[in-house]
Every structure is written in structure tokens, then in C-alpha cells.
């Protein structure tokens, strides 16, 4: 079909239908008026912002939700973590795995249950390094590592012994929540150290984390254990459609006690009827393919089993609520 643009010899080919489409809906060529997206079109993708909880605390400690700015700090990270779907989905299955374990330690020490996420924001419960070299799951610089107890050396490293880790972590927590008053205020110490929250509370006379005017990645930093704290406790709730059995399942172990040199983990691998793989995967405390251990320290070695894995994440259970 040809359409003449007056007299002109310009002429310019639509085909027929096009031409239906563009008059029925309005948008003829010669209209350049934006039209408003038609509101009863069905929603292709819906995106929804999530709403928080009516009560919203912290290791038993409520956060002031009436205050406006505490409000729109916690809907950020909600926010943030809810649409940042792959790594959120990757952290609730690893919690399959982690969190049993972390549970019973952090009960052992006497701390509260809500630490776990602390581990969560920290590492995403994987054996990362930092740009600033702080290591393993609980995140320890070396200075500090050492000064907890743990050891740090080139054949050991300790900060990525999840259960020597997160021992120190409870004493340091302990030492925190003693000297600055509340869990929220100790968790905030975690990431800025204790002296450097102690003198922030002193130059602003103010006592609770909520109340102080802090660096950036403070300010943000118990926000984002409250985001994962919900999300991961109520995943329906903000949209995330996950089975409990599609968690990844605890891996048993045997343990081996090991008090003198090993010439190479490699060959006491194969001895326990493992790889050297796995031998570091479930000891990645491990740094080198031998141990001299001068000192004739005793180590716990554990030694992954075979098991059903089918099995094993059926019996997960209480990782998530629905």
C-alpha cells in the first residue's frame, strides 16, 4: 500500500497491517504524543516492594521502627538482598549445611541464635578473603585472629577452622556486648572494632547503635544481618519459593587426631580412603601439602563419609520457616 506525502514524489511503503495496528491503537506516524501504558494490560513482570514485619528485632533487642530513618535504612537492605536473587538463593542452600553446626556452637557459647547471620553477611558463609586479608567464614584480619587465639601460620590457618572460628568470634561478641551495653551494639563493634564504637559513643553521647552517626559500611552493617535475618527465616514472605529439601545436606565426618608430623596430606589422604580434595575441603585450615608441627600440636582432622545425598536433604528441617 502507498500513502503520497502531498504533492511531493516522496513515497513510502507500509504494509497493510502495520498500518491497522498503528491507526487502532492511536499512534498514527504524524503523532508524537506520548500515550499512557494501557493500566488493565496484564503485569509480565511484577515488581512489588516488600513490606517489612510489624516487630523487627535483633538478638531479642527491638529495632525502633518508628523512627523514619532506622525504617527506610532496614527497607534498603530488604530491598537490595529480596531482588538479588542468585546469591540470596546460594546462601539459603549453603544454610542447609552451615547452620546446624553454627547453631549448636553459638548455643554452646551462650550467645544468641541471630549471630548466624552476622557469619552470613560476612562471608555469604563461604572460606573468602578480603581485599583487607581478613579470611574464612567469620571474617578475622590476622592481628586479630591471633590475638582470639587462633593460629595463623603458613601451614595452618585457623580463621577458616569454622569451629575454632567461630569460638572466637562468640569470645570477641562476649567481650563487646560486656563493654557496650547490648547485642546490636556488639555486632556494630564486629565490623568497627570496639574501641573505635566506644569512642563514637563518647564524642556523640549517645549509647545505641540506632542513635550514632557512623561510617558508611557501620551504618549499613546490622541492617544487612536484619535483611538476611528475615528473608532467610520467612522466604514466602518476601517472594522466595524454596523447599527445604533442596537444601544442600551437612556432610558427616570422622575425626582424626593428628599430633606429629605429616610428611604429606596428599598420601594421609589416601590412607583414610579420601582425595586430597576432599581432605581440603573439609579442612581448608590446611595450607600446605605437609605439616612439620614442631610443636607436636594436636589437630582435629575430620574425614568426609559416604552418605545418600538424596536422603540427607530430606531429612533437613528447621533451616528455613515457611
Known amino acids: 500500500m502507498l500513502i503520497r506525502a502531498g504533492r511531493s514524489s516522496l513515497m513510502l511503503a507500509i504494509p497493510a497491517a502495520m498500518l491497522m495496528v498503528l491507526i487502532n491503537s492511536g499512534e498514527l506516524l504524524t503523532s508524537s504524543k506520548e500515550s499512557e501504558p494501557n493500566k488493565n494490560t496484564e503485569c509480565r513482570y511484577c515488581v512489588t516492594p516488600p513490606r517489612l514485619l510489624a516487630e523487627v528485632n535483633f538478638a531479642g533487642e527491638v529495632v525502633p521502627l518508628q523512627d523514619f530513618e532506622v525504617r527506610e535504612r532496614l527497607e534498603r537492605e530488604i530491598?537490595?538482598?529480596?531482588?538479588?536473587?542468585?546469591?540470596?538463593?546460594l546462601i539459603m542452600k549453603k544454610a542447609g549445611r552451615f547452620f546446624p553446626f553454627i547453631e549448636s556452637l553459638l548455643k554452646e557459647e551462650g550467645l544468641p541464635d541471630d549471630f548466624k547471620y552476622?557469619?552470613?553477611?560476612?562471608?555469604?558463609?563461604?572460606?573468602?578473603?578480603?581485599?583487607a586479608g581478613a579470611a574464612g567464614f567469620w571474617q578475622f584480619l590476622k592481628t586479630t585472629a591471633l590475638e582470639s587465639g587462633l593460629e595463623v601460620s603458613d601451614e595452618v590457618d585457623e580463621r577458616y577452622h569454622l569451629e575454632k572460628a567461630t569460638r572466637a568470634a562468640c569470645k570477641y561478641l562476649k567481650e563487646a556486648r560486656r563493654r557496650l551495653g547490648s547485642w546490636t551494639n556488639a555486632a556494630a563493634a564486629y565490623n568497627m572494632g570496639m574501641a573505635g564504637f566506644e569512642n563514637k559513643q563518647q564524642e556523640q553521647k549517645q549509647t545505641s547503635y540506632y542513635d550514632l552517626y557512623l561510617n558508611s559500611e557501620t551504618s549499613r552493617y546490622v541492617f544487612r544481618i536484619l535483611a538476611l535475618k528475615y528473608i532467610m527465616k520467612y522466604p514466602s514472605y518476601f517472594s522466595f519459593n524454596v523447599d527445604e529439601k533442596e537444601l544442600y545436606p551437612p556432610v558427616p565426618v570422622k575425626k582424626v587426631q593428628v599430633d606429629s608430623a605429616v610428611n604429606s596430606w596428599v598420601?594421609?589422604?589416601?590412607q583414610q580412603g579420601?582425595?586430597?580434595?576432599?581432605?581440603?575441603?573439609?579442612n581448608p585450615w590446611i595450607r600446605k601439602p605437609y605439616l612439620r608441627n614442631v610443636r607436636r600440636k594436636s589437630y582435629t582432622v575430620f574425614i568426609p563419609q559416604p552418605f545418600d545425598y538424596m536422603e540427607a536433604q530430606k531429612k533437613i528441617s528447621g533451616i528455613l520457616t515457611p
Not at 79 to 89: D, G, P, Q, Y
Not at 276 to 282: G, I, P, W
Open 274 to 282: 579420601i582425595s586430597y580434595k576432599l581432605l581440603l575441603e573439609a
Open 79 to 89: 530491598i537490595e538482598n529480596t531482588f538479588r536473587h542468585a546469591k540470596t538463593l
Open 267 to 270: 598420601d594421609f589422604a589416601l
Open 118 to 131: 552476622l557469619c552470613v553477611i560476612e562471608s555469604d558463609l563461604s572460606n573468602v578473603v578480603s581485599p
